[in-house]
């Protein structure tokens, strides 16, 4: 029931927290470890400003991502033009030699599998588990759950930095894979693209997991015909994404738009309870 429009800043707040760590201690892994930290630690502020201090979500978010990426851009001066340790790949001999199957399935680095692995989890705990009811339940009825007895802000706290550190092991993928390096504002919108999918996808995780790689094959679509040379403007392709964005906030400011893509009936609703 939480509207976290914060995801851009705590990405950028993991991918240079988890660079810096990595390239102090030489371990991709306990920079990815730091990312997830450091993501959480910066979601317990929005926490903090929209559960405890009830302000409002849309607006502390906002300043969360600007916080974020103005923090970011100071702790990485020192850490630019450096490259960071390399991240291993998991190199299954005969499966990663298969044609086409294999480079797409098989050689990847440890991260692509953990996220697989993470919407799985997701999934089952939130379809087959008592917690994810309760989760869902204070997400579409903060009041019933807490009528129930259910620890409606502790529950959502607890929410949002775990959704906190799944955004800073996003960025730290950012900066210590996918680029490698550190850049300041590197992230450029992928916290609201983020947004973008958690609502097309409806709140269900597969289908985010399908939105995430259907953006990302565009990204690497703009990339390939432009070195193919096709006469296709790749500018049309770069900003499909962002367009998308935009549209999906435009409709989430509709709340009859927001009950039909199955939103949390909950979702940006202030909760205080009553004595």
């Known amino acids: 029931g939480v509207l976290n429009l914060g995801v851009e800043g705590m ?53 969360l991502t600007m916080f974020g990426l103005g923090l970011s851009a100071l702790i990485g001066q020192s850490y630019a033009g450096i490259k960071p340790p390399p991240t291993p790949k998991i190199d299954i001999p005969l499966l990663t030699d298969i044609p ?22 997701v999934w089952a705990v939130l379809k087959y588990t008592r917690l994810g009811l309760i989760l869902r339940a204070v997400g579409e009825n903060h009041d019933a759950a807490h009528a129930l007895g259910y620890k409606v802000v502790r529950i959502r706290i607890l929410a949002i930095m775990f959704g906190g550190a799944c955004a800073g092991l996003g960025g730290a993928y950012l900066s210590l894979v996918r680029v490698p390096q550190w850049t300041e504002g590197m992230t ?23 939105g995430a790689y259907l953006f ?15 006469n296709i403007p790749v500018q049309y392709l770069a ?22 893509m199955n939103a949390p009936a909950a979702l940006g609703r202030i909760f205080h309870a009553t004595h």
């Not at 997830?36 to 201090?53: E, N, P």
């Not at 990302?216 to 096709?230: D, I, K, M, S, Y």
Request: net charge positive.
């Open 188 to 210: 450029a919108g992928a916290g609201w693209i983020a947004l973008a999918i958690v609502v097309f996808a409806s709140w269900k995780p597969w289908r985010v997991m399908l």
């Open 216 to 230: 990302g094959g565009v990204t690497v679509l703009q990339f390939n015909l432009q070195a193919a040379g096709v």
């Open 11 to 63: 990405m950028i707040i993991g991918a240079i927290c988890g660079f810096a760590v990595a390239v102090e201690t030489g371990s991709p892994l306990l920079g990815f470890v730091a990312a997830a930290a450091a993501g959480a630690v910066l979601s317990l502020l929005f926490a903090f400003l929209t559960q405890i201090l009830l302000a409002n979500q849309v607006a502390s978010g906002l300043a």
């Open 239 to 260: 900003m499909s994404p962002y367009l998308v964005t935009i549209l999906v906030l435009v409709i989430m400011s509709s709340s009859k738009a927001r009950s039909a």
């Open 100 to 121: 086409v199957l294999g480079p797409i399935l098989f050689g990847h680095d440890l991260m692509v599998y953990f996220g697989i692995a993470m919407v799985a989890a």
